[in-house]
């Protein structure tokens, strides 16, 4: 044996010549991978300039003086390029992200990570912290901070309208409450991406019309949740029935994928008692209240909630409430 079994540095043999030649080679190996602290694990290429000592984690898909060296630790030491091939449990701390990160043969992912695992419950505080939230009420653009590698997503679709009735004591049913999506996105390859806020459903006409379907919110095309249905309205022909309340939306893309509430059902008792149906909930919560008397339809109140159906019991027609709009929230890790 001619190298040492972990680290591959390489012994001095009986009756070498030179041996300071060998006795040096392991000492950079040394140098190189004891305490091991890297400036960078996301370049492809060398950097131009680089000084005496400094250490990289290789990134995939490599070039130049790179090439063929992905995952490899670089270390610039005497003028050239030096590469030590990681092994399974090494730990290195990347200086620009202020992580511990290790090698589980395949990859480097966060220390703690559980790497494999998937799950939420894998977060862990040694990937240097959760930074503030960033909350959208409006279809926009995420762009991705310096340092940020990890992404905890929560998209809510649109609540769905409440529907109308039509004059003469007639009741509507309520919209049903928007899906919901929970997504874990590893963003290290992706610079931005397009959030996508759903709309609430608006509320149903005086006609007794139904309530409209809420919105689709996404994050890109990660995760997206559906909005709620709207709920069935009354006319005022209808007599001891029973209207129908929107289904609720539904989560796809997630770890975990929610549906929301379904709208309450309307109910017309007789001549003159009714009752309209609450609005679904969303994941937040907050559908809107049915009534009793004679008034339009509350809307949502909570992001992703549904309307409220509308109720009267006289000859003034009314409409239903309006879906409250989606919202995508986004926690970002480094």
């Not at 270390?75 to 290195?92: C, H, K, L, N, S």
């Not at 995420?142 to 590698?149: F, N, S, T």
């Not at 931005?192 to 806020?197: A, C, F, G, K, Y």
């Not at 309450?264 to 937040?284: C, M, P, V």
């Amino acid at each position: 044996m001619d190298q040492a079994p972990n680290l591959a540095l390489p012994y001095i043999l009986a009756a070498q010549a030179q041996k300071h030649i060998t006795h040096n080679e392991a000492l950079r190996a040394l140098d190189a991978v004891v305490q091991l602290a890297v400036i960078d694990r996301d370049l492809a290429s060398p950097p131009a300039s680089p000084a005496n000592g400094d250490r990289y984690i290789v990134a995939a898909s490599a070039t130049g003086a790179w090439a063929g060296h992905d995952l490899d630790i670089a270390a610039y030491q005497d003028g050239a390029w030096a590469f030590y091939e990681p092994r399974e449990g090494w730990i290195a701390w990347i200086a620009d992200e202020n992580a511990a990160v290790v090698y589980d043969g395949t990859a480097w992912p966060a220390f703690g990570g559980g790497g494999g695992g998937g799950g939420v419950a894998s977060l862990n505080p040694a990937t240097g912290g959760l930074k503030p939230m960033q909350v959208f009420t409006a279809t926009g653009t995420w762009a991705r901070p310096a340092g940020i590698r990890t992404l905890l997503v929560f998209c809510l679709g649109g609540g769905g309208g409440g529907t109308g009735a039509a004059a003469s004591y007639a009741v509507g049913g309520g919209g049903g409450g928007g899906g919901a999506a929970i997504e874990l996105i590893d963003v290290t390859g992706t610079a931005s991406e397009t959030v996508t806020i759903g709309a609430g459903g608006a509320g149903g006409s005086t006609a007794g019309g139904n309530g409209s379907t809420g919105g689709t919110s996404s994050f890109g095309a990660f995760c997206s949740a559906t909005g709620g249905t709207g709920g069935t309205g009354q006319t005022a022909s209808n007599s001891q029935a029973m209207t129908q309340g929107g289904a609720g939306g539904a989560g796809s893309g997630g770890l975990l994928n929610l549906t929301g509430s379904p709208g309450n059902y309307g109910s017309r008792e007789g001549g003159t008692i009714g009752k309209s149906g609450n609005g679904g909930a969303s994941l937040l919560g907050g559908g809107g209240l049915g009534l009793n008397g004679s008034a339009n339809g509350n809307p949502g109140t909570s992001p992703g909630s549904g309307g409220g159906g509308c109720s009267t019991n006289s000859a003034t027609a009314r409409s239903g409430g309006a879906g409250a709009d989606g919202i995508v929230w986004v926690w970002e890790l480094e």
